[in-house]
């Protein structure tokens, strides 16, 4: 079998090859036209970023005159600083909630029995199901009645833990074996210890990934801060929601509006030259859940 | 002597047994413990919601609160209401196209970066990105490129207002969004050719059966749990569309209601008119929608996957 092949691909080595040689020039080509595509739009928001006014009816790509009084501006007079800062914030919260409450969780349904644990954890696979758009109107009438609309509170208490994040860490816990918790078990640490000391740390690469996914899920979301800060809360108005309004408002200042946008997307940036095999398994997760 | 030591082994013994006993029930309540807030999350604000979602949607529910119930009126209204009838002809259109062009896009990408070329890390990185930026950024990027003076005019010699104008905005969005997702859709497709034994494409090369035919007869039949897969999930995504439409039009679902998405119908309902009744009838109605969506997807991949 093995040399009927290598006989075959030697009768065949002239026009293989000439085919070959067409066959990479079309796999070149068409990657020029795509990687075009994907670049072009990103150099010219960069460009335009330190263009003045006048100067975005041309469309050249280096800047003449270059000036940074579009990043000033957004920056300073278009407050980007505090919807950044706010945005920030509510980042590093969620996370550092979600963290903490998807590794106890996951932990718990991965590792401890107790009465009823297959049908909780299936409960928390359900709420899968359970589209933003259905949670929207109720959500929102029982954070109106209970005052936690127009504050932050509001959004970081519904935000507090997913059944994603919850399932990432429970299938990580099963991974790990047993003999370290019984080795703690008999230095006698009890279970809340187990779980500090001994676990939480063994789960740092999931811990990783899951703060990288969180941290970018909350700093890009639109929706839920729109509902929550955009009836008149324009103080705790976030990034990607400063964004909007500046885009609503001054609809064709565009050096202003593509400085807002690289800075609506440059930590994301940033973590993903630097954490890129994170976000692969973000895909993974996504696979699951869907 | 030996007495003691009876006494003492079996005291032992006993002890052991009182707390394993014991250690059952203090696993199980640190158990219970551990899932006591991420549960009252779920059932605050997801399980519960579901309830009182279907509950609202039976009621007149004014910006203070329940009115009186109303039956089924509310869900009569969004039926008869010209604006979520257009709102569900539009994401129809959108779904229909932008889900093929997302996986014909994706596809493409995957191909190339699977033919072994040179810097394949950088541009899979590079394609993948726009999928984990904000959708804010990549409209108002988008809103910059297609306006009238903007670069796509320049280079095809048109001045048309491309979000601007009711015969194409919508179709601009779906650009945008396909542009945006086809590099999510281009890892699963890389995964899936992955997994594709090498010893096919060497059998094709024996026979000498030449790249375009090796690609529909053999490639692209055997990626079908791939097509799959990016049809439904991403078929559910495109018609949960809101963000896009909203920044595009600055809330309002125009030019002429041409990007009014149901999310956005429920939004405005909502925020706009203050009648969350229908805003709710109308949510319960997306959740069925994609509910039976999820569940033929459930239904089909497992096959697909068991076949």
Known sequence: MLQTSVAANEAYVPPRSRRRVAGRLIVYGVLIAVALLYFVPFAYTLSTSFKTLPQTAYFNLIPHPFTTAAWTSVWKDYDFKRYALNSLFLAVTVTLINLFLASLGGYAFARLRFPGREVLFLLVLGTLMIPDQLRLIPVFVMLTNWHLIGNFSGYILISMVSAVNLFFMRQYFLTIPKDFEEAAKLDGAGFFKTFWRVMLPLAGPAIAALAILQFQGTWNDFFWPLILFGQGSEHLYTIQLGLAQLSFTYQTLWPQLMAGSILALLPILVIFLVFQRFFVAGVTAAGIKG | ?307
């Open chain 2, 1 to 307: 002597m030996a007495t003691t030591t009876t006494t003492a082994s079996e005291s032992l013994r006993r002890a052991g047994r009182g707390s394993l006993a014991g250690a059952r029930i203090r696993e199980a309540g640190w158990g219970y413990l551990f899932v006591l807030l991420p549960m009252a999350v779920f059932g605050l604000f997801f399980i519960y919601p579901l309830v009182y979602g279907i509950y609202i949607s039976f009621f007149e529910w004014g910006i203070l609160g329940k009115v009186h119930g109303v039956g089924t009126a509310n869900y009569h209204t969004i039926f008869h209401d010209s604006v979520f009838r257009r709102s569900i002809k539009n994401i129809v259109e959108y779904t229909v196209v932008v889900v093929p062009l997302e996986m014909a896009l994706g596809l493409l990408i995957a191909l190339v970066i699977n033919a072994k070329i040179r810097g394949r890390a950088f541009f899979r990185s590079s394609f993948y990105f726009p999928s984990l930026v904000s959708s804010a950024a990549i409209t108002a990027i988008f809103i910059y490129l297609l306006n009238a003076d903007g670069l796509l005019n320049a280079i095809i010699g048109g001045n048309r207002a491309w979000f601007g104008d009711p015969s194409t905005a919508l179709w601009a969005i779906v650009g945008l969004n396909a542009w945006t997702t086809a590099g999510t859709v281009m890892l699963f497709y890389l995964a899936a050719l992955q997994s594709i034994s090498t010893d096919v494409y060497e059998a094709a090369a024996v026979d000498g059966t030449g790249t375009w035919r090796t690609f529909w007869r053999i490639t692209f039949p055997l990626l079908k749990p791939a097509h799959f897969f990016v049809l439904v999930v991403f078929g559910i995504g495109a018609l949960k569309l809101f963000d896009q439409s909203f920044i595009v039009s600055s809330g309002t679902g125009g030019p002429v209601y041409s990007t009014y998405t149901p999310v956005l119908y429920i939004y405005n309902t909502a925020f706009k008119s203050a009648e969350f009744g229908p805003a709710a009838a109308a949510g319960v109605v997306m959740f069925v929608a994609i509910f039976l969506l999820t569940l033929f997807q459930r239904a089909t991949v497992g096959r697909s996957e068991a076949g």
